[in-house]
């Protein structure tokens, strides 16, 4: 059940993403008051940048070879996961998990 507006407006923390004292567990065998989402908590953003680069040389008339290099989240930004949502939870309100960071892969490819 919801006891007030969940939203802080300072000091928001991947600790404390929102007021969890606005909140309060329903009692036993009923459903509660609230809805099942929170339309004015947010997760936190997500921020991507992937690069890609080839390049074709070729070796032959027929034969052609193709490196490629590609970066996933080339800006190594941390990307949050949402906070745990459950009442009941120790961790109820912290983000407790992130995205992977950077990935690099390269490759070769021969074309004949």
Known sequence: MR????????????DRWFDTSAFTAAPLYSLGTDSRTQPNLRNPGILNLDLGLSRYQPITERIKLQFRAEMFNSTNKVNFSAPQGSVTATNFGQITAAAGGRSVQLGLRLTY
């Open 3 to 14: 006891l007030k507006n969940p939203n802080l407006a300072s000091g928001q923390s991947i």
